[in-house]
């Protein structure tokens, strides 16, 4: 699917717990992944993205730079920012 709605980075931000939802962004785009955390072959980490961009992060942890690990992502796309 193509999401059209525009969501604002202080929305974003308020998505950053199990509860409330796990929402980033990366290059225009944002994803709810509550769904993907317990899947996460990284555990826990991936909640130092919450709420804010995963670019920072996977700059350090290259193991993302792939493929496949975009594939996963875009399955979470809800809007773009
Ligand atoms: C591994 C996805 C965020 C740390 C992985 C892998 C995937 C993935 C698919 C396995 C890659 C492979 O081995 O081929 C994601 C997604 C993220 C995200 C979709 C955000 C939407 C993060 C963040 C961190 C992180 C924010 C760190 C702060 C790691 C680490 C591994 C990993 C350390 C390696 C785990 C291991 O092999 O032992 N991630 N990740 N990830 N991720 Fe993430």
């Keep these: 699917s193509a999401p059209s709605t ?3 980075k202080d929305e974003v ?7 409330d ?5 990366f290059k ?6 509550t769904e993907f955390v317990a899947m996460h072959p990284g555990g826990d980490k ?6 804010g ?6 700059a350090l942890y ?3 730079n792939q493929d496949h690990v975009l594939e996963i992502l875009s399955e979470y796309k ?4």
């Excluded at 961009?53 to 996977?58: G, L, M, T």
Aim: net charge neutral.
């Design 21 to 25: 939802g796990v929402w980033v962004t």
């Design 46 to 51: 991936i909640m130092l993205a919450a709420g």
């Design 6 to 8: 525009l969501t604002g």
């Design 13 to 19: 931000s308020r998505h950053r717990t199990l509860q």
């Design 62 to 64: 290259a193991v993302h």
């Design 53 to 58: 961009a995963v670019e920072p992060f996977w």
């Design 78 to 81: 809800v809007s773009v920012y």
């Design 28 to 33: 225009g785009g944002v994803y709810d992944i």
